[in-house]
């Protein structure tokens, strides 16, 4: 397997991590309080992070040595059910509200809780490489995976209402923003940043 699977392994157990630390403080406001338990987990989290950052930090010395490896994916088409942004926002809304949660649903709240479930989702994904599909998950795997998906996806409707966000808007500006940054002429094939290629 090549070296820099073991890099992105790492990065991915330091976002896990960040999720798991995040789940202490989340719903608890500027000023949390938190019981012994809680710090100790923390404290734990935390020593995890700091030995997998030297341990990236070895990997990327070595990382320097060897060539960067290419990564091509095949084109795919996929569906989606088609159910609108705003079906999504209402529905979500609506669950939110019969549980009174809005008094808990700040944004930053909701980022706490972001980041907790993109911690969950990066750690299907700390082992190995994926193929688009996921093939080599089973059933059950596959959808655990979709339920974390949906979690994040669920926060990120639920952040851009409480923010007063278009999500749909947002994304169709953005891309046509990028579209400038990133001209087809010019990237087409090529994982460069913006910045890189203009040098």
Known sequence: MPQIYD???SILKIVNKAGLLSTVFQWKGNHPIINEQEIQKSQLILNE????????????KEETQNSIVEFVLPDINTKFNQLEFEDLR?????WCHQRDWEQYHTPKNIVMALIGEVGELSEIFIDGEFQPGLPE???HQKHHTGEEIADILHNLIRLCDRCNIDIVTAIQ????????????????????KYDEYQK
């Open 49 to 60: 992070l700091k030995s997998i950052i030297l341990e990236l930090e070895l990997q990327l």
């Open 137 to 139: 998950l089973n059933q």
């Open 90 to 94: 209402k529905l979500i809304n609506d």
């Open 173 to 192: 500006m953005k891309i046509q923003k990028n579209s400038i940054k990133y001209p087809i002429n010019k990237v087409k094939g090529s994982s460069l």
């Open 7 to 9: 890099c992105r392994s």
